[in-house]
Nanobody, 117 residues
Framework: QVQLVESGGGLVQAGGSLRLSCAAS????????MGWYRQAPGKQRELVAS???????NYADSVKGRFTISRDNAKNTVVLQMNSLKPEDTAVYYC???????????WGQGTQVTVSS
């Protein structure tokens, strides 16, 4: 089992910045991808950004150029730096870890991000 604990959500004005952090613990296999998803009210959960253990990244088009994902493999942490936030970024953000060889997926409890206009 893997446990994911997120921190860093909150309320910010449009144009502001927030930093989300996620710490993973438990039985973490080395071949994994960590990432952030978000779910706004009435919408499906969507990928925001992901990063492999080797550092390869993937971003949703809507956040490219504004958000940056990074990870520390030694500490099993992943960080999402969010700049130039927009009201449409308002959502619950979930940390995610996927073991690529087994397909197991783990989720954090979610952290609310609210961007006021």
């Amino acid at each position: 089992q893997v446990q994911l604990v997120e921190s860093g959500g909150g309320l910010v004005q449009a144009g502001g910045s927030l930093r989300l952090s996620c710490a993973a613990s438990g039985s973490i296999f080395p071949i994994n991808v960590m990432g952030w998803y978000r779910q706004a009210p009435g919408k499906q959960r969507e990928l925001v950004a992901s990063i492999s253990r080797g550092g390869s990244t993937n971003y949703a088009d809507s956040v490219k150029g504004r958000f940056t994902i990074s990870r520390d493999n030694a500490k099993n942490t992943v960080v999402l730096q969010m700049n130039s936030l927009k009201p449409e970024d308002t959502a619950v953000y979930y940390c995610n870890l996927k073991h690529l060889l087994t397909g197991e997926v783990y989720w954090g409890q979610g952290t609310q991000v609210t961007v006021s206009s």
